[in-house]
C-alpha cells in the first residue's frame, strides 16, 4: 500500500461545482504539499502546509495533523481547473517528498 | 525569467545510447532533486543534492548518474538506455534542506519526455 492515498482518482464535475479532493498518509511528515499538473504536463505548487488551513483564490487546503488527512478543495469550479492534482508529504527528516497517484478533474462546461 | 529550466524537452533515442539531461535554476535554492514519472503519472524521487552534495540516493540503477557542477545546475546522465528508462524526467529545486518548519515550496523544471525505441 502508497504511505498516501487520494480519492477520488478520477472526478468530473460540472462548472461551478464545489470539489474535493481527499488525501490519507500513514507516516510522519513535517509539511504536505497540493501540486497541480496541467494537460500540457507542466506541474505547478499550489499549497506548502503543516497545519491548519491555506486559502488561494478558489483554492483551499486543509491538514488535520492528528486524522493524517488532507483536502484541497475548488469553489465555483471552471473547465480551466481541469487537470491533475497531487498531493506529496514531506517525511519528518530531510526534504524527500512521497507523491500520491494524483486525482484527475474534469470540470465541464 | 523561466525559474527552472530543463533541456531538452523531449529525447527520443536508442535502446543502449547514453543520454543527458540538463537542468538550471535561477532562483539561489540550495537543493536540487529529480524526478522520475512513469507512464502510469505516479511521480517518484530520483535524486537530491543540497550544495552540490548527494543527500537523496534512491534506488535507481546504477546507469542513472547524477552530477551538479555548481548549485544553481543539477544534470542527470544515463548510461545504456533501456526500454523502461522512457518516462518524464522533472527536475525541482527548493531553499534549503533541513529547514526549520518544513514550509518550503519545491518548483519544479517543464520536464524531459524521454523515449527509449
Known amino acids: 500500500k502508497n504511505e498516501v492515498e487520494q480519492s477520488p482518482q478520477n472526478l468530473t464535475a460540472q462548472e461551478g461545482e464545489f470539489i474535493t479532493i481527499n488525501c490519507s498518509y500513514s507516516?510522519?511528515?513535517?509539511?504536505l504539499h497540493w501540486l497541480q499538473q496541467h494537460p500540457g504536463g507542466g506541474i505547478v505548487s499550489l499549497f506548502m502546509?503543516?497545519?491548519g488551513k491555506k486559502k488561494h483564490g478558489r483554492l483551499i487546503a486543509t491538514i488535520n495533523i492528528q486524522e493524517k488527512h488532507s483536502s484541497l478543495h475548488i469553489t465555483a469550479s471552471h473547465p480551466r481547473d481541469s487537470a491533475v492534482y497531487i498531493c506529496?508529504?514531506?517525511?519528518?527528516?530531510?526534504?524527500?517528498?512521497?507523491f500520491g497517484a494524483g486525482t484527475i478533474l474534469r470540470v465541464k462546461s | 525569467d523561466t525559474a527552472v529550466s530543463q533541456t531538452p524537452k523531449y529525447l527520443v533515442t536508442q535502446m543502449g545510447n547514453d543520454k543527458s539531461i540538463k537542468c538550471e535554476q535561477n532562483?539561489?535554492?540550495?537543493?536540487m532533486y529529480w524526478y522520475k514519472q512513469d507512464s502510469k503519472k505516479f511521480l517518484k524521487i530520483m535524486f537530491s543534492?543540497?550544495?552540490?552534495?548527494?543527500?537523496i540516493n534512491e534506488t535507481v540503477p546504477n546507469r542513472f548518474s547524477p552530477k551538479s557542477p555548481d548549485k544553481a545546475h543539477l544534470n542527470l546522465h544515463i548510461n545504456s538506455l533501456e526500454l523502461g528508462d522512457s518516462a518524464v524526467y522533472f527536475c525541482?529545486?527548493?531553499?534549503?534542506?533541513?529547514?526549520?518548519?518544513?514550509?518550503?515550496?519545491?518548483?519544479f523544471g517543464p520536464g524531459t519526455r524521454l523515449l527509449v525505441l
Open positions: 506529496a508529504v514531506k517525511g519528518e527528516y530531510g526534504n524527500k517528498l512521497v
Open positions: 543534492y543540497n550544495n552540490k552534495e548527494l543527500i
Open positions: 532562483l539561489g535554492h540550495d537543493t
Open positions: 507516516v510522519g511528515i513535517s509539511a
Open positions: 525541482a529545486s527548493s531553499q534549503g534542506y533541513l529547514a526549520g518548519g518544513g514550509e518550503e515550496t519545491q518548483y
Open positions: 502546509l503543516s497545519s
